[in-house]
């Protein structure tokens, strides 16, 4: 970025940028693993690691909307150095939408629904006979949160890349 003019002001926009992307990105990142604690800890000990993770990544949500609002004041402080119509910038834009269209029709609501069975299950009566109703359930959405989680990661990989080579600049 030698070369561009920056101002202070625009600096300032940058360290907001990243640090929004490490914050919300840092707190959704590995909730795989912590999907896994909590199946590893039945009844009321998995279910608070799930409980936990869900309230720490509704927390993240709000760094994440916070991400192409700086980004967008970056492109609009940077004197005409970076466009709307330069590939990485359009392209992560664009990306951003569909990650968060996975956020909200996939992951977000399928958690909320695992944490609703986990409760189920502790509060119903023991199953007679196998493992109870809600566990099939569990199991289903959690092969949907897997491989939503999945692609999500490598959109962000993909955003790295973006940033770091800005194709299109």
Do not use: C
């Amino acid at each position: 970025m030698v070369g561009l003019g920056i101002s202070g002001y625009y600096n300032v926009l940058l360290v907001l940028h990243i640090l929004t992307a490490i914050i919300g990105l840092g707190a959704v990142m590995l909730n795989g693993l912590y999907a896994s604690q909590a199946l590893r800890r039945p009844g009321p000990a998995g279910r608070a690691v799930s409980e936990a993770n869900y309230a720490v990544s509704s927390i993240g949500e709000y760094f994440i909307y916070a991400i192409p609002v700086f980004g967008i004041l970056l492109v609009l402080a940077s004197h005409h150095a970076w466009k709307f119509s330069q590939t990485w910038i359009w392209l992560s834009l664009l990306l951003y939408v569909f990650a968060i269209g996975i956020s909200h029709s996939i992951l977000i609501p399928g958690h909320r629904k695992i944490n609703a069975l986990l409760a189920d299950m502790e509060q119903g009566p023991p199953p007679t006979a196998g493992p109870p109703p809600q566990a099939a359930q569990i199991q289903a959405l959690g092969k949907r949160q897997a491989a939503a989680g999945a692609t999500l990661n490598i959109v962000v990989v993909i955003f790295l890349i973006l940033m770091i080579w800005k194709p299109g600049v």
